[in-house]
């Protein structure tokens, strides 16, 4: 199928948007954006911290920085706590993926516990839309975001803006109308996806991809793509830790890493 099929590329975006969020009940079901959540559910700093030091560090670094003693071992890089990408990550998703692990989380094999809505979301396939010309033309438009020019490429632009823009946003920035229908514009952005649209401009994120990577991410879809490639992602901790600890440690790593304020003492 070709793009000049525009009828056919919307109904593969349709058909996996249907799937991975529904704009109704998106609407419907607001889900703020709520740094809250861990102290509600019982988190505690100290606690957190303690759990932290005994198993985190080891990727993500004492400082948050994913530059741990073992992340060199691991693909994808441990996520970086202090990049401004995780403020859009809300405590609910951050709890699963720690609770059951990342890949789980993507696949919605959460027994029973709801990420944002329950609705499992990941980046959807284009296989079926795009020619994989196309494909590689895109993914050095995507690359250009952040530069201070784009190729004179009138193709991806079109493209991007049908098939892309509703999620990664006009300018690549992942704040596109689909993820942020009520955003409270004084409130740091906040996906209703998770994992929120990648923000193509964020250089530590994106480098981290080669150009294959991201061929295959936007031919076959996030979840596949990682399968083929064999990425670890994000191991659970269910098992280890109870829900308490798991509120604490993502509290800990809210206050410290994300809204940069570690406390002083106890
Ligand atoms: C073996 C290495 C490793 C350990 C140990 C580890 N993580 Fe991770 N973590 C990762 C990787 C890899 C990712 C995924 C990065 C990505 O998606 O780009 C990740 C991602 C995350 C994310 C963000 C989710 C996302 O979508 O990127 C959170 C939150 C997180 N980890 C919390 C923790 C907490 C809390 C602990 C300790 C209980 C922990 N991690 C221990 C490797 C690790
Ligand atoms: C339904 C929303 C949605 C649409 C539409 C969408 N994406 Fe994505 N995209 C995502 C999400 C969510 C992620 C982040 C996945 C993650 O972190 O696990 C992502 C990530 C990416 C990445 C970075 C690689 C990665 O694994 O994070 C690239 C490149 C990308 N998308 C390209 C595109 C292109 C090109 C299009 C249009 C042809 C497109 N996307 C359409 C939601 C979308």
């Known amino acids: 199928m070709k793009f000049s099929k525009k009828t056919g590329l919307w109904i593969v975006v349709a058909c996996s948007l249907s799937l991975a969020a529904p704009a109704a009940s998106l609407a419907a079901r607001r889900i703020p954006p709520n740094p809250e959540t861990a102290k509600q559910n ?8 303690k759990i932290y ?3 985190c560090f080891s990727c993500h670094g004492v400082k948050g920085d994913g530059k741990g003693p073992i992340w060199r071992t691991v693909m994808p890089r441990p ?7 995780m403020k859009r990550m809300t405590d609910d998703y951050m709890f699963s993926v720690v609770k059951f692990g990342k890949m789980n989380v993507l696949k919605n094999r959460t027994k029973g516990h709801n990420v944002i809505n329950g609705v499992p979301t990941a980046m959807p396939s284009f296989g079926e839309a795009l020619e994989d010309a196309q494909i590689r033309k895109l ?28 999620c990664h946003g006009k300018k690549g920035l992942g704040d596109g109308t689909r993820p942020v229908e009520d955003q409270d514009p004084e409130k740091p952005f906040i996906s ?8 193509y401009h964020l250089k530590e994120q994106m480098a981290r991809f080669d150009d294959g990577f991201l061929f295959w991410n936007i031919k076959l879809g996030r979840i596949e793509v990682t ?9 659970s901790y269910g098992h280890l830790l109870n829900d308490k600890d798991i509120w604490s440690v993502v509290r800990y790593v809210r206050e410290a890493f994300i809204n940069g304020k570690p406390r002083k003492k106890k």
Do not use: T
């Open 139 to 166: 993914v050095k438009w995507v690359r250009s975001f952040g530069k201070s020019e784009q190729p004179k490429d009138a193709q991806s632009r079109k493209i991007f803006a049908d098939a892309c823009s509703q």
């Open 227 to 235: 399968e083929l490639k064999k990425y670890d992602f994000m191991k």
């Open 79 to 85: 996520q970086v706590f202090i990049s401004p990408y």
């Open 53 to 55: 030091g005994e198993i």
């Open 42 to 49: 019982g988190g505690d700093y100290w606690r957190g911290k």
């Open 192 to 199: 209703h996806i998770q994992p929120p649209p990648m923000n």
